[in-house]
């Protein structure tokens, strides 16, 4: 019964039945507009139903998301984009997923060195993916990085500073009523740090 729905195929072409319905769905434009437009719909409309700019109502937000969904989907740059960034991101994920068993493995996962590290590695394969996806779009050229270097790493350099300021900035807990902060990402202490 299932024979002919997963017959896959070794060699030259992948995927068998699933493959003929992948490239079926793709001529019918599945992957470059319905896929696309539901990703815009949703984010948009979940991101007027949070912030409530226009209050409850939810139908009126709704139709935002729908214009804003379609008017993307006007031009092709938004399929281009999306077919570039989305295989560039599920690699990027699988490098990180790779980084994080391998440091389950082989270091120590509580230590804070470890852990900026794996930051600063997935903040690197992000830039990256960026990069790359802006340099085949032709977002950027290779002469204005050559150009620009010096100014965009002071303005990484102020960025990473600043974040650090943050994160180091847990208060002593005199003027406030929220209790102690341990950084932006780790959310307030729940309990008083004894002094």
């Given at each position: 019964?299932f024979?002919?729905f ?5 060699g030259?072409?992948?995927g ?23 990703l815009?719909?949703?984010?948009v409309?979940?991101?007027?139903t949070?912030?409530?700019v226009?209050g409850?109502?939810?139908t ?6 729908l ?9 092709e740059?938004?399929?281009i984009?999306?077919?570039?960034i ?7 994920i699988a490098i990180?997923l ?8 082989f ?6 060195a470890?852990?900026w590290g ?12 960026l ?7 032709g977002?950027?050229?290779a002469?204005?990085?050559y150009?620009n270097w010096?100014?965009i790493?002071?303005g990484?350099v ?5 974040f ?10 005199t003027?406030?009523s929220h ?9 307030p202490v729940t309990k008083p740090l004894k002094t």
């Open positions: 019964m024979e002919h997963l017959s896959f195929q070794f030259g072409f992948y068998g039945e699933i493959g003929n319905l992948l490239a079926y769905w793709e001529q019918l434009g599945v992957f470059s507009y319905l896929l696309p437009f539901l815009i719909f949703a984010v409309f979940g991101i007027f949070k912030i409530k226009l409850e109502n939810r009126l937000n709704a139709v935002i998301a214009v804003v969904g379609l008017l993307a989907l006007q031009f740059l938004v399929p984009f999306f077919s570039e989305f295989p560039r991101v599920g690699v990027a990180i790779v980084l994080l068993v391998l440091t389950g493995l270091l120590d996962p509580d230590n804070k470890v852990n794996l930051l600063v590695a997935a903040g690197i394969i992000f830039f990256s993916v990069i790359k996806t802006a340099g085949y779009l977002w950027y050229s002469y204005w990085w150009v010096p100014s790493l002071i990484v102020v960025i990473v500073i600043f650090a300021i943050i994160s180091s900035a847990g208060g002593s807990g003027g406030g209790g102690d902060y341990r950084g932006f990402w780790a959310g």
